[in-house]
């Protein structure tokens, strides 16, 4: 392990202007002009922002942040849902999946920075300012009169909507204990999990019923009010310091370099195989440009920056590397079968979009009944390693499971092989965050937390485009078999639920494809591409456990002054009830 303080005197020595190690980091120094050929340092206070509170006031701030985070999942569920309807009305084909890939291409690369604003301007802005930029997105999103206007809409809501999971994790570690934090946790990702539960079946009756638009619409009430609950009744502490020093704060070239590094990195992943070809050079190049921007952000970072987005010394910490590679495989599998379970459903089997949707709840209400229960024991024992690898063994072992899967096999055996699932990744969801806040000093756990949902979207991008390349070169090389033009083939790859049991007779010939070539490509190709997506997942879950096993070390799961913030705040309930008792007596 890096020995910092050394590291970083042989860093001021060669002139590097970073902070000391030995003073405390909530002390940041910005340079301010006092002329223009003279200028000072004027230290600003990155204010603690821990804030305990007792039992009755967690309650409406739980209420408020949970009901945020149902409605980023609410969201992102229900768009996957109505893919094929938005496509449909605007007949926008293979261009409509980028839809949800504008999403998560500005959730993702906007992930970073909110870790690190949230320590300047506080957390109650930063989570204000997340929801209202999404609620922008999303209004703009109904409105939208082509896909191309839909596109750049959701992208503006990805760059609020992504942050909201982030910053709830964060307030909950400001104002709840490290060894109760598991607890309190699960209530925000058994919010998510409802989300993603609801989405489906809601967002599919009111693309059927109404309008797909109004999936856009429907949230944006709730979302008002959950907005001005947390603006109304968080009491965090302000922080210090006036605008234009906060502003000074600011890494603004690292904040450059982190949205078009991520940028330049995913764009390329959405286009291979779909856009363009994996080996072409507008792929290729912009994959380089982007390698290229991150190694730049984090010389940058490591040597100039006063304030870094992401403080490089975190990477010290062999827990916290641990943590981000299994939350990196972490996303990738979950999205995977976020992603591929319900089209497996409504290809092989034939549902539509709402059933597919519920056929997932047996995985989301395991998952987060797992969540809960290990949240639970974390808070009894204090120990949440051993919850960590046997999660990733569990979900290894049901995705090899669903690696099986084809359309004759029985429904009961898919729902115990997705029950299964749920409880594998239930048991990885809170048990990695804690190990990362517990690893590191209190300064640092926004960043560590935003970060650890920054690789986690990432890992999920990764899943859409390695799954994509999977399934669309098993349909092309068995489509190739029957001699069919190469319109046919592309329609197929970009609808896959033209092969389908319920596809009319009539469609297919406009294809030059029968129900019995239809069916052949479904039982080889299909089924072949959803196994290796499969065998993929439970290789890379195989992984994980090993890596948790030997990377993520135990932590105590309490600081030195956490006894003294429970008293107080059992001491301001108890001046709060008193308060109340004389104002009766009046």
Known sequence: MIDLPSYISTVESYGFNKLPYSQPLSTV????????????DTPLQLTDQTNFLPFRKLLPIFASLALCCVISAFDSATVATIMPTISEAFNAGSVAAWVPSAYMLTSTSFQPLYGRFSDIFGRKSALCTAMAVYMLGSLAAGFSKSIVQLIIFRGIAGAGGGSIQSMSQIIVGDIVSLRDRGKYQGFISMAMGLGYALGPPIGGALAQSVSWRWCFWVILPVSLCAVCVVFFLLPLKPVQGNVKEKLMAVDYLGTLLTIFGSVLILLPLNWGGVTFPWNSAIVLETLCLGVIFIFLFCLWECKCARLPIIPMHIFSY????????????NGFVFFSSLYYLPQFFQVALGYSPIQSGAFLLPALISQQAANWATGLIVIKTGRYRTSIYAGFITWAISCGCLSTVRASTSKGVIVVFMILSGVGSGQTLQTTLIAAQASVPRRDMSVVTAVQNFIKLLGGTFAQAVGFSIINNSLRSDLSSFSLSPSTITAIIDKPEILGPNTPTSTLAQ??????????????????????????????AAVAAIVSFFMIKHHELSRGDEDQLKVEARGARCDDAKAQDGTEKV
Not at 29 to 40: D, G, H, I, M, Q
Not at 320 to 329: A, K, P, R, S
Not at 522 to 531: E, I
């Open 511 to 540: 294809l030059g494809l029968t129900h019995s070539i239809t069916s052949d490509v479904l039982s080889h190709g299909y089924a072949a591409g959803f196994q290796w997506v499969f065998i993929l997942n439970a290789s890379l």
């Open 29 to 40: 120094t910005t340079r301010v002009a006092e002329s223009p050929n003279k200028s000072v």
């Open 318 to 329: 062999m827990t916290v590397v641990g943590v981000y590679i299994v939350m990196f495989i």
